[in-house]
Nanobody
């Protein structure tokens, strides 16, 4: 069973940067689709960025050009580099893994962007 642990959230001023990390345990990381989702208070969880095992990516329109997803298969870790942060990026960010149709979620890490 895959377990995911996020880190790297925090408080940052608008225009600043943060890098989130998600460490995965269990087998199959290399072929897993890894993603980052976020959920702001009172809103539904939404996809931020996703990367397949072969490196294909897709991003939410709201973060294109500002956020970059990457992965290190040797470390079983996926990253989300967030630049030019805006107050509307404030949310709890969740790491997601999909392996052979089975979903796993991390516990979430809070990102707060002050104006």
């Amino acid at each position: 069973q895959v377990q995911l642990v996020e880190s790297g959230g925090g408080l940052v001023q608008a225009g600043g940067s943060l890098r989130l990390s998600c460490a995965a345990s269990g087998s199959g990381f290399r072929i897993s689709v890894m993603g980052w989702y976020r959920q702001a208070p009172g809103k539904q969880r939404e996809l931020v960025a996703r990367m397949t095992g072969v490196g294909t990516t897709n991003y939410a329109d709201s973060v294109k050009g500002r956020f970059t997803i990457s992965r290190d298969n040797a470390k079983n870790t996926v990253y989300l580099q967030m630049n030019s942060l805006k107050p509307e990026d404030t949310a709890t960010y969740y790491c997601n893994s999909v392996l052979l149709g089975v979903d796993a979620w991390g516990q979430g890490t809070l990102v707060t962007v002050s104006s």
